[in-house]
């Protein structure tokens, strides 16, 4: 199961970087964002007042957490990576920008969460930072002097919001059901973008099929799959994890590109691919082994629900992962 959401993870996160530009072509990012999250919201609206359960005990401070992770997660993430698209800058050098979160992730992790990153796991960061940099070097080089240079420093603030929300996220004591929490998410971006989209006279949308197919694209995608997979498998396995796969985007993103948008794509790029893949087996072996040799506690004051343990893992008291 863990391959499964990791492999559907993979391909979905990385299809927000093909629908981003399959979307700059039809409008500016603020009216592509804005259509891509109203209709979403009013939909997820109306099934959070059909089923209420999932939202008891909700608190007022727990939603406003909620919407601190949704404004940070999605749309500060979500605008830098589209407006440096808009600027000119390649869907895998965005790509490649947003796969340093693992090493921002990692060296945060222990102060801020006490989930400490092994050897093994901090061997395999490095490896798949050099992979994904071997993906995308020669893109950058062919961009030249086409692409203004602080165009490239956009996503790497969007990479650094997604991170703050990943340990916001984490520092999180009550647990959230992930539709009640990609709810607030995407009903935060609805205000935000549309906010946006209004005040810089942008909120109305182009007439022509293609832009209402990249939204289409856009919404399934990357939204339910992408952001849903990602706080799911951020329960399951850990911050490090999760930032792992980010690894495999660049590459990913780069063959999907190559195939619809005849993006180059050469030994680099298959080079970079099999070093990411490496990279994620590393990591992932890292923390199984630590897993192992960490016990859950549990005694007089009950199972350890929610604290972590000496691997960075979260304890479970029984319930699974989707229904926390």
Known sequence: MNVLLSAAFVLCWSSGFIGAKLGAETAAAPTLLMWRFLPL??????????????????????????????ALSQSGYLLSVYYAIELGVSSGTTALIDGV??????????????????????????LGLSGVATVTVADAAAAGAEVAWWA????FLGMLSLVAATFLEGRTRVPVAPRVALTIHCATSAVLFSGLALALGAATPP???PFWLATAWLVVLPTFGGYGLYWLILRRSGITEVNTLMFLMAPVTAVWGALMFGEPFGVQTALGLAVGLAAVVVVRRGGVAR???????????????????????????GRTAAGR
């Open 207 to 209: 007439a022509g099929s």
């Open 41 to 70: 919201a009013v939909a997820l609206a109306v099934a959070a007042a059909v089923s209420r359960a999932a939202w008891r005990g909700l608190t007022p401070r727990g939603a406003g957490r909620q919407i601190a992770i949704g």
């Open 291 to 317: 897993r192992r040799r960490v016990p859950v506690r549990s005694g007089a004051d009950g199972p350890a629900v929610g604290r972590p343990t000496a691997d960075g893992q979260t304890a479970m008291d």
């Open 152 to 155: 490239y420093l956009v996503p």
């Open 101 to 126: 979160q693992p090493l921002v992730a990692g060296a945060l992790a222990g102060p801020l969460l006490r989930q400490y990153v092994s050897r093994g796991q901090w061997l395999g960061l490095w």
